[in-house]
C-alpha cells in the first residue's frame, strides 16, 4: 500500500491506517488530495477502505473483481474507472487489471497483477503544477502509462508480424500456420483490452474538471486510438499472412502431386514391361533371342529416360 497527501501538488506522509482516513480527508481544502493506491487487497481491506473514503458498496464490490470490462460508472459523489494493463511476451498477451476511484480529495487504484503502478506516480510527482489541478491529474498519470503500454505491445507485436510475414514469404517450407492463428488470438484479446477504453477517455477529455487537464486526456484519446490502429493492421496482416501461407500449402501440395504422379509413371514403364514377361507363357517372343534380356532393358531404360525428359521440360520434375 503507498499512501501519500499532496498538498499544493508536493507529496506529504500520512498516516496509512484506514481507520484514520476519513480525518485525513477532512482536513483537505482545495486541491489537494489523498493518493492511495493498492495491490490485491482482500476483502476486509477492501471493506475498511471503501468505508473510510465512503465509496459505494457497488464500487467495492467492483475493485474485488480482477475480471471488469473496461468502462467508467458514476456514483453519487465519484467515479469508478476500470481498464486494463497489457504486457506481451513470448507471442502472448498478458493483461492485469487496474480499478481506479475518483472522489472530490481522493484517488484510491487497486491493482490486480501485472506491473507496479509506483513508476507512474514517480513521474508524476516530478511535475507537481500537474498535481496542483487536484486528484484527476493523478488519474491522467495512471491512465498516461498504462496506455503508453499499449503501443509498446503494439510495436512489439508488429516486430512479429513481420517476422511472421518473412517466414511466409521465404523459399524454405514453414509451419506457420499454428503462430499465426496464436498471433491473431492474442491480437484479439489486446483489442478486447483497449477497444472499450476509448469511449470512457474521450468523455474525460470533454468534461474533465479543471479544463487545462482536458488535452492531456485528448492526448491519451490520440494514443489510445493509435493503438487501436495499430491492432486492425496487425490483424489485417495477420489474416493476409494466413491466406498467403494457406495458397503456398496449396501451390506445395499441388507440386507434390505433380512429382509422385510423374515418379509412378517412370516406375509404370518398367513394372509393365517386367509384368508382361513374368506371365510365364511358352510362346513368347524374344524368350530364346540371345540379345532379349538387355534389349529389353534398353527399351525399358530409353522409355523410362524419354518421359523422364519429357516430365522435366514441363516442370513435373
Known amino acids: 500500500m503507498d499512501c501519500a497527501v499532496y498538498l499544493d501538488g508536493v507529496r506529504e506522509e500520512t498516516d496509512r491506517d484506514p481507520e484514520t482516513l476519513d480525518d485525513t480527508l477532512a482536513d483537505l481544502s482545495?486541491?489537494?488530495?489523498?493518493?492511495?493506491?493498492?495491490?490485491?487487497?482482500?476483502?476486509?481491506?477492501?471493506?475498511?477502505?471503501?468505508?473510510a473514503l465512503g465509496l459505494h458498496p457497488l464500487a467495492i464490490e467492483d475493485t474485488l473483481?480482477?475480471?471488469?470490462?473496461?468502462?467508467?460508472?458514476?456514483?453519487?459523489?465519484?467515479?469508478?474507472?476500470?481498464?486494463?494493463?497489457?504486457?506481451y511476451s513470448d507471442d502472448d498477451i498478458t493483461t492485469s487489471e487496474v480499478n481506479i476511484c475518483l472522489g472530490h480529495h481522493y484517488v484510491l487504484t487497486v491493482r490486480h497483477g501485472g506491473p507496479q503502478l509506483s513508476v507512474a506516480r514517480r513521474r508524476a510527482e516530478l511535475v507537481p503544477d500537474r498535481l496542483r489541478q487536484g486528484p484527476i491529474?493523478?488519474?491522467?498519470?495512471?491512465?498516461?502509462?498504462?496506455?503508453?503500454?499499449?503501443?509498446?505491445?503494439?510495436?512489439?507485436?508488429?516486430?512479429?508480424?513481420?517476422e511472421v510475414e518473412s517466414s511466409v514469404f521465404s523459399a524454405d517450407r514453414t509451419r506457420d500456420s499454428a503462430r499465426i492463428y496464436r498471433l491473431k488470438?492474442?491480437?484479439?484479446?489486446?483489442?478486447h483490452a483497449v477497444a472499450p477504453l476509448r469511449d470512457p477517455i474521450l468523455r474525460f477529455a470533454q468534461v474533465a474538471d479543471p479544463e487545462d487537464l482536458r488535452p492531456y486526456f485528448?492526448?491519451?484519446?490520440?494514443?489510445?486510438?493509435?493503438?487501436?490502429?495499430?491492432?486492425?493492421?496487425?490483424?489485417?496482416?495477420?489474416?493476409n499472412a494466413l491466406n498467403a501461407h494457406l495458397a503456398q500449402l496449396s501451390v506445395q501440395q499441388n507440386e507434390d502431386?505433380?512429382?509422385?504422379?510423374?515418379?509412378?509413371?517412370?516406375?509404370?514403364?518398367?513394372?509393365?514391361?517386367?509384368?508382361?514377361?513374368?506371365?510365364n507363357f511358352e510362346h513368347m517372343?524374344?524368350?530364346?533371342?540371345?540379345?532379349g534380356y538387355p534389349a529389353c532393358l534398353a527399351a525399358m531404360g530409353g522409355a523410362c529416360?524419354?518421359?523422364?525428359?519429357?516430365?522435366?521440360?514441363?516442370g513435373w520434375l
Open 30 to 51: 482545495g486541491q489537494d488530495f489523498l493518493w492511495i493506491g493498492v495491490s490485491d487487497p482482500t476483502h476486509e481491506e477492501m471493506e475498511r477502505l471503501g468505508g
Open 65 to 87: 473483481s480482477p475480471h471488469q470490462r473496461p468502462r467508467v460508472d458514476r456514483f453519487s459523489d465519484h467515479l469508478f474507472l476500470s481498464l486494463r494493463i497489457v504486457s
Open 137 to 162: 491529474a493523478a488519474v491522467h498519470a495512471v491512465v498516461d502509462a498504462i496506455v503508453d503500454r499499449y503501443e509498446d505491445v503494439a510495436a512489439e507485436l508488429v516486430t512479429d508480424v513481420e
Open 185 to 191: 488470438r492474442e491480437t484479439l484479446e489486446f483489442r
Open 218 to 239: 485528448r492526448d491519451i484519446g490520440d494514443h489510445l486510438q493509435r493503438a487501436l490502429d495499430a491492432i486492425d493492421s496487425i490483424d489485417s496482416l495477420l489474416s
Open 257 to 279: 502431386m505433380r512429382k509422385l504422379t510423374a515418379g509412378a509413371t517412370l516406375f509404370a514403364i518398367p513394372t509393365a514391361v517386367a509384368g508382361i514377361y513374368g506371365m
Open 285 to 291: 517372343p524374344e524368350l530364346t533371342w540371345t540379345y
Open 305 to 314: 529416360l524419354y518421359v523422364y525428359r519429357r516430365f522435366k521440360k514441363s
